[in-house]
Structure formats: structure tokens, C-alpha cells
């Protein structure tokens, strides 16, 4: 696929898949076994995956509209930056937390890798915290202070592994 044809793939997955929960959508635009490099808690690998998030948000944001604000590719990758806005009127799983009814404005980005003309891989970013700000469900600062100190007490006696770089393979 030359760029313009993965721009145009990339605007309909976030207006037709996110925008109005068609997961009908996603399955012509989305490998099968699509690697999310960024799943959140929870989520099934694959194309199952995608979907799965999708009705996660949508249920929890059922009025969510997006925007696209960038979308640049050089045909084998896409790059994609939105505003989504929308209110809390339904539970939001990810987070174990009843609808708040308050209305939201988020940012986050999508790098996609294209193969046999579906995108096979995605990195993301969401603001969450910003969007749990929004929501009126960010932390106290005794809470985040707490936790801290007990994430400290556990990596001291199980250190992480150094991460290996995200995209090396595609340099």
C-alpha cells in the first residue's frame, strides 16, 4: 500500500471502528493476529483483542466521537494522533468503576505497521491519566505516596529486566 492509501485505512479504523463500534470494520483492516505492543490489563491477544477494547470504551463512552488531528505514513507505517470526547454514562471496566456522567476530552496516538494491506502491529499511547482527572477519579496524593513506596519495596527485591527497544527490528 503507497501512504495515502494507509492514511485513508488508518482514518476509517479510528471514525468507523472507534467512532461507531463497528468491529465488522476492524476485521477488513486488522490482521487477525494483530500484535498490540501496548495491551492493556486483561485484554485477548489478536484482532479478539482490538475488539474487546473497543466495546470496553464504547461501553463506558457511548457517545464517543473522535477526531483525527495527524495522520502521517511513509507506506509501511502509519502515524495517527486523535481527540476523543465523549461522557461517562456507562462502567468502565478497565478501571472496575461506575459511570461518573461527566463529560471527557482525550488525546492519544497510534503507530501502525502495514502487511498484505491490513495493519499487523500497533504502539499506542492513551492519556488516561488526564482522562481519569477528567472524571474526577485521580488519586490522592497520600494514595499515589503509598503506593509509591510500596512499588519501590518490591522492584528493590525483584529488579525489572532492562526493556529491549520497542522498534529495533524495523530500523
Same mark, same amino acid.
Given at each position: 500500500?503507497? *501512504?495515502?492509501?494507509?492514511?485513508?485505512?488508518?482514518?476509517?479504523?479510528? $471514525?468507523?471502528?472507534?467512532?461507531?463500534?463497528?468491529? %465488522?470494520?476492524?476485521?477488513?483492516?486488522?490482521?487477525?493476529?494483530?500484535? %498490540?505492543?501496548?495491551?492493556?490489563?486483561?485484554?485477548? @491477544?489478536?484482532?479478539?483483542?482490538?475488539?474487546?477494547?473497543?466495546? /470496553? #470504551?464504547?461501553?463506558?463512552? @457511548?457517545?464517543?466521537?473522535?477526531?483525527?488531528?495527524? #495522520?502521517?505514513?511513509?507506506?509501511?507505517?502509519?502515524?495517527?494522533?486523535?481527540?476523543?470526547?465523549?461522557?461517562?454514562?456507562?462502567?468502565? %471496566?478497565?478501571?472496575?468503576?461506575? @459511570?461518573?456522567?461527566?463529560?471527557?476530552?482525550?488525546?492519544?496516538?497510534?503507530?501502525?505497521?502495514?502487511?498484505?494491506?491490513?495493519?499487523?502491529?500497533?504502539?499506542?499511547?492513551?492519556?488516561?491519566?488526564? /482522562?481519569?482527572?477528567?472524571?474526577?477519579?485521580?488519586? !490522592? @496524593?497520600?494514595?499515589?505516596?503509598? *503506593? *509509591?513506596?510500596?512499588?519501590?519495596?518490591?522492584?528493590?527485591?525483584?529488579?525489572?529486566?532492562?526493556?529491549? !527497544?520497542?522498534? $529495533? %527490528?524495523?530500523?
Amino acid at each position: 500500500m503507497d *501512504a495515502p492509501e494507509l492514511e485513508s485505512l488508518y482514518r476509517r479504523w479510528l $471514525s468507523e471502528v472507534w467512532g461507531h463500534g463497528r468491529t %465488522d470494520v476492524a476485521r477488513e483492516l486488522l490482521a487477525a493476529d494483530l500484535i %498490540d505492543h501496548n495491551p492493556v490489563p486483561g485484554q485477548p @491477544p489478536g484482532l479478539d483483542g482490538h475488539n474487546w477494547a473497543v466495546a /470496553m #470504551v464504547r461501553r463506558a463512552f @457511548p457517545d464517543l466521537r473522535f477526531a483525527a488531528d495527524v #495522520v502521517v505514513s511513509d507506506g509501511q507505517f502509519v502515524v495517527g494522533r486523535w481527540t476523543m470526547t465523549g461522557t461517562n454514562t456507562g462502567s468502565f %471496566d478497565l478501571f472496575g468503576l461506575p @459511570p461518573t456522567g461527566r463529560p471527557v476530552t482525550m488525546t492519544g496516538q497510534e503507530i501502525f505497521r502495514a502487511h498484505d494491506g491490513k495493519f499487523a502491529e500497533i504502539w499506542h499511547q492513551e492519556d488516561a491519566p488526564g /482522562m481519569l482527572r477528567q472524571l474526577g477519579l485521580e488519586p !490522592p @496524593p497520600v494514595i499515589m505516596r503509598l *503506593a *509509591a513506596r510500596r512499588s519501590a519495596r518490591r522492584y528493590r527485591r525483584h529488579p525489572l529486566p532492562a526493556a529491549d !527497544p520497542v522498534m $529495533s %527490528d524495523y530500523a
